[in-house]
């Protein structure tokens, strides 16, 4: 029950701060923080993919220098409600944040074995302030960290299960060893 209240404790002190943060964003000024520099590209493709216009940054050139599926949720923000299209990405910031936050909790607690110790890992990512500002700023940073956290989580998953013969990866890797340790 305590790794639960705090978990509850770290989810919501976090949403505070990004709430906090939400509010004082300047959606006109994507120079300055929570917003990030190359946010505006994210920002303007998102209109133009919800207005029609495919995947733009201006009313003439196509563009490929995007993370397609950061670029297609920004969109998604902007269909929802095209006047608030930035506080809808940094709400789905902040959602694909909650998200890792679960993810480092899971695979913290398959390492160590210990749910304390998962539960204060998780809080500390995210309470950091690059963490907070990573999931407001428009950009696709915390989209590549929930994905890269998600295949560490699968690969957990894959060395710990065991096999049609009964024998896991790690057995396996450890047979591995010790044979090519007898070369």
Wanted: proline share 4%; charged share 15%; net charge positive.
């Amino acid at each position: 029950m305590l790794s639960i209240g705090l978990i509850v404790a770290a989810l919501v002190v976090g949403i505070g701060l990004r709430l906090d943060g939400m509010a004082r964003t300047i959606p006109t000024r994507t120079y300055e923080r929570p917003l990030g520099d190359d946010s505006f590209y994210y920002f303007a493709l998102g209109r133009n993919l919800a207005s029609g216009n495919g995947f733009r940054v201006d009313a003439i050139h196509p563009t490929t220098g995007f993370q397609p599926l950061w670029g297609v949720l920004v969109a998604l923000a902007y269909l929802i409600d095209p006047a608030h299209g930035i506080q809808g990405t940094q709400v789905l910031g902040i959602l694909t944040g909650i998200i890792a936050f679960g993810l480092i909790f899971v695979l913290t607690r398959r390492l160590t074995g210990n749910p304390l110790f998962a539960v204060i890992s998780a809080a500390l990512w995210w309470l950091l302030p690059s963490t907070v500002t990573a999931t407001l700023s428009g950009m696709e940073t915390i989209l590549a960290t929930t994905a890269a956290l998600a295949v560490f989580v699968a690969l957990d998953h894959v060395y710990r299960t065991p096999t049609i013969r009964g024998d896991s990866a790690r057995r396996r890797a450890r047979q591995w060893r010790c044979w090519r340790g007898s070369i």
